[in-house]
């Protein structure tokens, strides 16, 4: 029983989320705290499974990698996007000045 309600937390967490980065898609700061709630939602979710499985917390940690590396490189694209245009609004960006 314990289980099944902190599966549960882990899908409303994920859902609402990914309801949170399609609502929200204005801003990159507000897109990046999105990815970085879907992707703790997908930690917590494995760690949980792989527990409850008896397996090996390798998959998790290499989770964990990725959503560190997603999270510096998110934020560095968010610093360059405000030193070249001046603000994080995602209408500012063209693809044609690129």
Do not use: D
């Not at 898609?25 to 792989?50: N, P, R, T």
């Not at 560190?68 to 044609?96: D, F, Q, R, T």
């Amino acid at each position: 029983m314990m289980i099944g309600g902190m599966v549960l937390v882990m899908y409303f967490l994920f859902f609402f989320s990914v309801v949170t980065f399609i609502i929200n898609g204005k801003h990159l700061l507000s897109l990046l705290l999105a990815l970085e709630a879907i992707m703790m939602g997908l930690f917590c979710f494995s760690v949980v499974i792989i527990s409850f499985l008896e397996l090996e917390l390798f998959y998790c940690l290499v989770i964990l990698t990725f959503s560190a590396c997603e999270a510096s490189i998110g934020l560095s694209v968010l610093v360059n996007m405000i030193n070249s245009h001046g603000s994080s609004s995602l209408s500012s960006l063209s693809l044609i000045q690129c």
